[in-house]
């Protein structure tokens, strides 16, 4: 029963800031922009779907952002949207 009990305590884990450099008050602008292509691509699968928030490594807050520069980045056709 006890070792039950770790395993959720561990499984639920906040995820760590991936890109903690952008969060300060000199970084001027979104935290992640649409131009920004080749950081984006890092962050889609194959089959150009959106990584999960723990295969990628991002907080919720960076994972919004991210979704957004996606969407906005395949709007403007700089990504494709299927793959």
């Given amino acids: 029963m006890a070792d039950r009990d770790r395993d959720k305590k561990n499984r639920y884990t906040k995820t760590t800031r991936r890109f903690p450099e952008r969060d300060n008050k000199d970084w001027v602008g979104p935290l992640l922009d649409y131009k920004e292509v080749e950081l984006l691509r890092k962050f889609m699968t194959a089959s150009s779907k959106l990584m999960g928030r723990k295969?990628?490594?991002?907080?919720?807050?960076e994972q919004r952002s991210?979704?957004?520069a996606i969407?906005?980045?395949?709007?403007?056709?700089?990504l494709p949207y299927i793959g």
């Fill in 55 to 61: 295969r990628a490594g991002t907080s919720a807050y």
């Fill in 66 to 68: 991210l979704q957004r």
């Fill in 71 to 78: 969407k906005r980045a395949r709007f403007m056709a700089l």
